[in-house]
């Protein structure tokens, strides 16, 4: 009897564990241009207070290394972006976060953003002014 219980409770644990780690938006992506399919950087999303954030850990493209948001506003202008914050404060509704921003180190503009899990490995980006119909999309591929 004690040894069903022990199995039964290991089953629950793992079955807890692994629908966690398909749920998960932690860890490090990999970042992809969606109109040139060119991979752009690596960026690690991680939860703090309850909203979630996306922080560029580098840049693919050896000459953009050390680059700096020089059409960025605010805070963010001529800052490196290699370990800028991107994504701000999106909050958990549903299957997917929204109500944050997204930031194009390209054209400095911010841009209202969701995320949504595609999958394990592959997370959909929009980012959008106004309504999500209007805006782009973009996928991200989990590297861990």
């Known amino acids: 009897m004690k040894l069903q219980h022990i199995l039964f409770t290991f089953l629950l644990t793992a079955i ?27 960026l690690e999303i991680f939860v703090e207070d309850g909203l979630l954030y996306g922080k560029v850990i580098e840049i693919l493209n050896p000459e953009k290394k050390g680059s700096v ?4 506003s605010g805070s963010k202008k001529d800052q490196p972006v290699e370990g800028m914050i991107l994504l701000e ?8 976060y929204t109500g944050g921003t997204i930031t194009d180190p390209e054209n400095g503009k911010e841009y209202k953003c969701y995320i949504e899990l595609k999958g394990e490995d592959k997370l959909k980006v929009r ?3 106004g309504v999500a119909a209007l805006g782009r999309t973009q996928y991200w591929y989990r590297i861990k």
């Open 16 to 42: 807890a564990t692994l629908s966690f780690a398909q749920d998960s938006y932690e860890g490090l992506w990999k970042t992809v241009d969606d109109e040139t399919g060119e991979a752009k950087s690596h």
């Open 127 to 129: 980012g959008y002014i």
């Open 89 to 96: 404060g999106l909050k958990k509704k549903n299957d997917y």
């Open 69 to 72: 948001c020089e059409k960025c």
